[in-house]
């Protein structure tokens, strides 16, 4: 999978999975796996050790964990939850939602 239709800092909410239904933003967006890291969703545990010399606190941390793409969708500022297609404007490629056809921010 080379590219993605989400980027970071995109409202999304999962459709599937334990935490169907929250709305989150984007905090990573992996593409070489398809997977998405998506604020207060999917967190998980992990044990974290003491680091001798960088005064790091041991400890049980909480982390979000990768949820795949095809498993939440954009959220439209007009419309809501839709989904995102690509066109070219001029020379630009740019995405748009496929309900309203709002042009939505791209990154760059």
């Excluded at 050790?49 to 982390?63: C, D, F, H, V």
């Excluded at 007009?78 to 404007?89: P, S």
Aim: proline share 4%; net charge positive; aromatic share 0%.
């Amino acid at each position: 999978m080379s590219s993605l239709m989400i980027h970071r800092n995109d409202t999304v909410k999962v459709l599937a999975g334990a935490d169907r239904g929250k709305t989150g933003r984007v905090l990573r967006a992996i593409p070489d796996k398809g997977t998405v890291l998506v604020e207060h969703v999917r967190v998980v545990k992990k044990t974290v050790s003491s680091k001798t010399g960088q005064r790091t606190k041991g400890g049980i941390a909480e982390q979000e964990s990768p949820i795949s793409v095809s498993n939440v969708a954009l959220v439209c500022p007009n419309c809501g939850t839709a989904r995102v297609a690509m066109k070219i404007d001029g020379s630009v490629r740019v995405r748009y939602c496929k309900k309203c056809g709002q042009t939505l921010p791209t990154k760059k």
